[in-house]
Nanobody
Framework: QVQLVESGGGLAQPGGSLRLSCVAS????????MGWYRQAPGKERELVAT???????DYADSVKGRFTISRDFAKNTVYLQMNSLKPEDSAVYYC?????????????WGQGTQVTISS
């Protein structure tokens, strides 16, 4: 049973910062990609940032230069440092771990953490 537990969401002012954390536990294939997605009301879930166990990192264009994803492999934890926050960053942020094992794709999701950017 894979479990992802997120923390760090909340309310911040425009221009402010927040840091999200996600701890993964359970049986997870070592070659994986962990990342963050978000979903705003009335919109589809979208990729924010991902980081693979091989070191590849990907960002949505809308967050490049403002958000930084990092991983602590020893702790099975992924972080998202969010700076220069904008009201349009408001959403529920979900942690994800993806891996492929024996030709089958696996995706696991956290419960989500609310991020609200407002003055």
């Amino acid at each position: 049973q894979v479990q992802l537990v997120e923390s760090g969401g909340g309310l911040a002012q425009p221009g402010g910062s927040l840091r999200l954390s996600c701890v993964a536990s359970g049986r997870i294939f070592s070659h994986n990609t962990m990342g963050w997605y978000r979903q705003a009301p009335g919109k589809e879930r979208e990729l924010v940032a991902t980081g693979s166990s091989g070191g590849s990192i990907d960002y949505a264009d809308s967050v490049k230069g403002r958000f930084t994803i990092s991983r602590d492999f020893a702790k099975n934890t992924v972080y998202l440092q969010m700076n220069s926050l904008k009201p349009e960053d408001s959403a529920v942020y979900y942690c994800n771990v993806h891996y492929r094992r024996l030709s089958k794709d696996y995706d696991h999701w956290g419960q989500g953490t609310q991020v609200t950017i407002s003055s």
